[in-house]
């Protein structure tokens, strides 16, 4: 009896291999036909489920920001059942860091979505800000939290503060991938950066 084909676990398979993909040679150099050789596929196949290049490279990113929101919770479980506002803002900048291989894989090949959706009219037109935005906004409502509580400055802008944190992160993130400085050091600012907007936790 043939075996039944898994069609969600396929196109996982696809998305997965287009990922490593871009980050071994750039988003830029991937096809269809590199894409089937990191799945160990035929290009048909891969095209069974996606009919273009396009519509496997939006699925992809639909892919990183989906990951990217499952580590932000997993790292927010860690901190316990009640989290303070400071466990789950530092959870969401940590996250920003690369740490292990798949986060690599993501900030680096986000970051190629992020300039080739500049010049890609295809790219361009998607919600691609719609992820970061609902971060910008998560954090503003964290800090607010936090200055409810206590634990950090009424006087605190918190929408200015969370632009600041989210570009720090990202910051910190991109010379981690260039090289300018380890994964520890990037995350030793951070820790100093909250250690300074959160002195009493």
Known sequence: MPKLVDHEERR???????????????????????VAIEAGISVRLVQYYFDTKE?????????????????????????????????????????AVPTDEESRIFHLVYTE??????????????PFLAAPN??????????AAAQQAGDTDLRMDARQEAVVLLAVSAGLGLSV????????D????????????????
């Open 12 to 34: 996982a398979q696809i998305i997965d291999a287009l990922l490593r993909a871009a980050a071994d040679t750039g988003l830029h150099a991937v096809t269809m036909r590199s």
């Open 55 to 95: 519509q496997l490279l939006l699925a992809a990113l639909n892919r990183l920001t989906a990951r990217m929101g499952e580590r932000v919770r997993d790292r927010v479980r860690t901190a316990g059942s009640s989290p303070a506002p400071r466990d789950i803002v530092q959870a969401v900048l940590l996250e």
């Open 113 to 126: 979505y992020a300039v080739l959706s500049v010049t890609d009219p295809v790219l361009g037109g998607q």
């Open 134 to 143: 609902e971060m910008e906004g998560f954090l503003v409502s964290q800090l």
């Open 177 to 184: 991938l260039l090289g300018q400085r380890t994964a520890d």
């Open 186 to 201: 990037a995350t030793a600012v951070l820790h100093y950066h909250l250690g300074r907007l959160f002195p009493g936790s």
